[in-house]
């Protein structure tokens, strides 16, 4: 009989093989089975949280923190100082709702590291109004427009609008071209166009552009043809 039509037999040498194989296979299974069932290292540890200490200088107010290394600037001011005026929107650095100030400049608090700050002087909507004679508190000349103007509506992204406006005429100040600066020669003008491309990283929802250009011109103190008072 040739090869192709000889029924299907095995040998005794090859079930010893293949029984020891199966024993073998039993014996490794089993371990396998526990190693897959057992908390991987980094998982059993997942519940152990480094914390640095941070000290935070926010507002002209020094703040020691026991921060996770990861906390950005955004959750270290709301989540462990309280200061809640700088909003979280997109979380991605795309609506400008966490705009705060760090020494003069302006950032998104939501795409830094809280331990990068240490030394800065942080400056959030809770710093723009200063105590006056009466106990109370007067708003600085952009917040006083910003209401003269309904420069807001929901109010959600007007902190970071108010940060990121003084921030933007801080760099007018300074000679910072925009994209549509025509003249890099000439000193700076924040015409509409100036301020709608300085301003284009804080989103409104409500839409309320017009009243925030007009605010910023205001309290700026920026003239009829752009001009800023220095």
Known sequence: MDEEH???RVSRRTLLEGTAALA??????PELARAEAAPAPAA??????VRIPVTLSVNGRAYPLQLDPRTTLLDALRE???LTGSKKGCDHGQCGACTVLVDGRRINACLSLAAMHEGDQVKTIEGFATPNAAGGHDLHPI???FVHHDGYQCGYCTSGQICSSAGMLAEAKRGAPSFVTADLTADARLTDAEIRERMSG???RCAAYPNIVAAIKDGGGVGPDGEIAL
């Open 24 to 29: 073998v296979l039993g014996s490794v299974a």
């Open 44 to 49: 059993a540890d997942a519940g152990l949280t």
């Open 202 to 204: 804080n989103i409104c």
């Open 6 to 8: 000889r029924p299907f």
């Open 80 to 82: 462990h100082i309280g």
């Open 143 to 145: 917040q006083a427009a």
